[in-house]
């Protein structure tokens, strides 16, 4: 009797004992290793990382010979997206393959949670980077194309350069806070990668929200602003008025932002979404439907750099020589479009579009306008001391 009651109390006090991220409400995995797992991961990783670099050469090439500050500094966001992307590839990917390849054991390896919480915490860092600078481009973007000679939209590389860091930030901060006691990282099937725990616990629910929530806004501010500035700017560049101001590189960043845009709402929504609706549900955690969705979403780091390699209009020329990319061709073959998108922009962006049409008509005057504004506003705290 004594015995085995010192048994139990021995368990119980052992079970006690287990670091946090190792403490699954499951049995305990059953590994098989095969070289297919390996293999997946390390050719995954290699072509990611390879794409990302190759983009990352490509990207930095365009940005020595570009003249244009709008140009410049959406390369430098669009830059800070794929190197953000190459490091979640090299940080994550490096732990995944050594694990398929070595086999170790995370508890004999790591037995006060340090690698799993780090791995959790690139994990979060490096999911939620991509997604918030999507959003920050759209908004970028946005303002570029519907103010088009106001000077605080002549974003300077620097300002570009502390915008990305402040991504950067407030995506490290929203990782570290499992760290300080809402919500926590946890071991996850097959054993290979820590992610955040997806449980009953009200701190596991309340990270796993603001996880989710973060997300799916950053993705819906980048749907909203992206639709809004291509009306916009379709409008701009079917005009009958051939004196336009050409906007070539406009409509290029536009496609490869959208284009960024659908593949990370493709491939995160469904994770993003899963979470949501299992912590907002209550209902016990399918762990193979949360691995087939995480490597869903790890697919956006792939096809990312992509974008801007193949969807450059001297790409397309190459691809495309028969055809004339000049605006005006472009613009002949669609009669039609004008008239229609005249029609429902004006009903729904009226305010911004009369105030294109008078820049597009009057552009000197339109910039002595903006140049009187911005003096009198700079001059109005002078004036009321």
Not at 74 to 99: C, K, Q
Not at 278 to 292: F, M, P, W, Y
């Amino acid at each position: 009797m004594d015995s085995s009651l010192f048994d139990i109390n021995k368990t119980s006090a052992s079970s006690n004992l287990t670091p946090v991220c190792f403490s699954i409400n499951s049995t305990p995995f059953i590994l098989n290793h095969t070289i297919t797992p390996a293999y997946f991961s390390a050719v995954f990783t290699a072509v990611g990382l390879s794409s990302n670099l190759f983009a990352l050469v490509v990207l930095a090439k365009t940005f020595h010979r570009t003249k244009s500050r709008v140009r410049s500094s959406f390369l430098l966001f669009l830059g800070g997206l794929v190197f953000t992307d190459f490091m979640g590839l090299l940080v994550t990917g490096s732990i995944v393959v050594s694990f398929h390849i070595t086999h170790f054991n995370w508890r004999q390896l790591d037995p006060h949670c340090h690698l799993c919480n780090f791995m959790g915490m690139s994990m979060v860092f490096y999911g939620l980077c991509p997604l918030l600078l999507g959003a920050t481009m759209a908004v970028e973007r946005f303002v570029g194309i519907n103010r088009p000679f106001s000077r605080s939209t002549s974003m300077s590389n620097s300002r570009a350069c502390s915008t990305v860091a402040m991504v950067w930030v407030t995506a490290g901060c929203i990782s570290l806070l499992p760290l300080a006691g809402l919500g926590s990282y946890r071991l996850q099937f097959p054993g290979s990668w820590c992610f955040l725990s997806i449980s009953s616990k009200p701190l596991d629910m309340t990270f796993g929200l603001i996880f989710s929530l973060v997300g799916l806004l950053s993705l819906a501010m980048s749907f909203l602003l992206n639709t809004v500035s291509v009306i916009t700017l379709m409008r701009v560049c079917c005009g009958q008025d051939s004196a336009q101001r050409r906007r070539d590189h406009e409509v290029e960043m536009m496609v490869q932002l959208i284009l960024i845009m659908t593949i990370a709402s493709v491939c995160w929504c469904p994770l993003l979404v899963f979470i949501a609706q299992t912590v907002l549900s209550g209902s016990e955690l399918n762990v193979r439907q949360l691995l087939v969705w995480l490597r869903f979403a790890t697919g956006n780091q792939v096809l990312d750099p992509w974008v801007y390699i193949l969807f450059r209009r001297a790409i397309l020329k190459r691809m495309f020589p028969k055809m004339d990319w000049s605006r005006s061709s472009i613009a002949s073959l669609y009669p039609t479009i004008s008239t229609s998108f005249r029609k429902l922009t004006r009903a729904s962006l009226g305010g911004t579009l009369d105030r294109l049409d008078h820049v597009r008509t009057n552009p000197d005057k339109a910039r002595e306008e903006e140049t009187s504004l911005n003096v009198s506003d700079s001059t109005a705290p002078f004036d009321s001391i």
